[in-house]
């Protein structure tokens, strides 16, 4: 994989009208090396291919690779920067209004927030999610984010939001044959 990435980067690289082509081929090699266990060299993929989509003047990748760095920070344990990007991300698509990017950009601010325990913070950015979701129809990511508020209110103690929470979550899960929350 990482030499077909290569290839696709040499292909593009000076190709001045192909820059959002190069910024994905780009976060496509980080990602094999984060995997192989080299976050450096990752890192170093992963803003060049920034820079790409900032050349190319393309704000829907420019999200998109903002959103790459965050998980890469996340990945390391480094979620003060990673959630510096995902609100820079948000923003963007907020500005921009990608629905899509915007739901799991939240999602990845829940749950930074639930990992540094702002539950109600968490909530918060999971129902935003979760009520754009709903609204694109994308059912399985709605039923994943209502069991994530639903483990959430267990944890608080409100035992009754939690049931509700997972007895939708439950619905939607079976009605678009979810396995994996049912």
């Known amino acids: 994989a990482l030499a077909y990435?290569?290839?696709?980067?040499?292909?593009?690289?000076?190709?001045?009208?192909?820059?959002?082509?190069?910024?994905?081929?780009?976060?496509?090699?980080?990602?094999?090396?984060?995997q192989q266990g080299n976050p450096a060299l990752a890192l170093t993929y992963h803003q060049q291919a920034l820079a790409a989509a900032e050349a190319g003047s393309d704000q829907v990748e420019y999200v998109s690779c903002l959103n790459y760095l965050g998980l890469f920070y996340k990945n390391q344990g480094e979620v003060v920067q990673a959630g510096c990007y995902y609100e820079e991300a948000l923003a963007l698509a907020?500005?921009?209004?990608?629905?899509?990017?915007q739901a799991a950009l939240l999602n990845n601010l829940g749950?930074?927030?639930?990992?540094?325990?702002d539950l109600s913070g968490a909530v918060a950015n999971y129902q935003q999610a979760q009520a754009i979701f709903e609204k694109m129809g994308a059912?399985?990511?709605?039923?994943?984010?209502?069991?994530?508020i639903g483990s959430i209110?267990?944890?608080?103690?409100?035992?009754?939001?939690?049931?509700a929470c997972y007895q939708q979550s439950l619905v939607i899960a079976e009605a678009v044959g979810l396995k994996t929350l049912v």
């Open 94 to 101: 907020q500005k921009i209004g990608l629905k899509g990017q």
């Open 111 to 117: 749950q930074l927030a639930q990992h540094y325990g």
């Open 5 to 34: 990435y290569q290839q696709a980067v040499r292909l593009v690289e000076h190709k001045i009208d192909a820059q959002s082509d190069l910024a994905r081929y780009l976060n496509n090699v980080a990602l094999v090396h984060q």
């Open 153 to 163: 209110y267990q944890t608080q103690g409100q035992e009754e939001q939690a049931l």
């Open 139 to 148: 059912k399985s990511s709605q039923a994943g984010l209502l069991s994530n």
